[in-house]
Nanobody, 118 residues
Framework: QVQLVESGGGLVQAGGSLRLSCSTS????????LGWHRQAPGKQRDLVARITSTGSTYYEDSVEGRFTVSTDNAKNMVYLQMNDLKPEDTGVYYCAADVGLIRPERSWGQGTQVTVSS
């Protein structure tokens, strides 16, 4: 199990920006993939952005061009820069780490609330 701690959530007006941070207890180099997932009220938790150990990234269509996922391997941190925020971006954002090659095991952080007002 990887210990993950998110921070950086808050209340922001539409069009504003936030940067979420997630610290990991395991070296980033040993993590197969790191993802940011969003859970809106009453909805399931969905992947919005992910970065793999090779540096390849994935973005959900609605955040493409507005969100950027990145890592700082020296600090064992993963970030989600969110620009031009919209009310529909509101939700609890969770950091997730997949460790292992054959049968990756996923660990979750506790989540951080992002609220975008119109």
């Amino acid at each position: 199990q990887v210990q993950l701690v998110e921070s950086g959530g808050g209340l922001v007006q539409a069009g504003g920006s936030l940067r979420l941070s997630c610290s990991t207890s395991l070296s980033i180099s040993r993590i197969r993939a790191l993802g940011w997932h969003r859970q809106a009220p009453g909805k399931q938790r969905d992947l919005v952005a992910r970065i793999t150990s090779t540096g390849s990234t994935y973005y959900e269509d609605s955040v493409e061009g507005r969100f950027t996922v990145s890592t700082d391997n020296a600090k064992n941190m993963v970030y989600l820069q969110m620009n031009d925020l919209k009310p529909e971006d509101t939700g609890v954002y969770y950091c997730a780490a997949d460790v292992g090659l054959i049968r990756p095991e996923r660990s979750w952080g506790q989540g951080t609330q992002v609220t975008v007002s119109s």
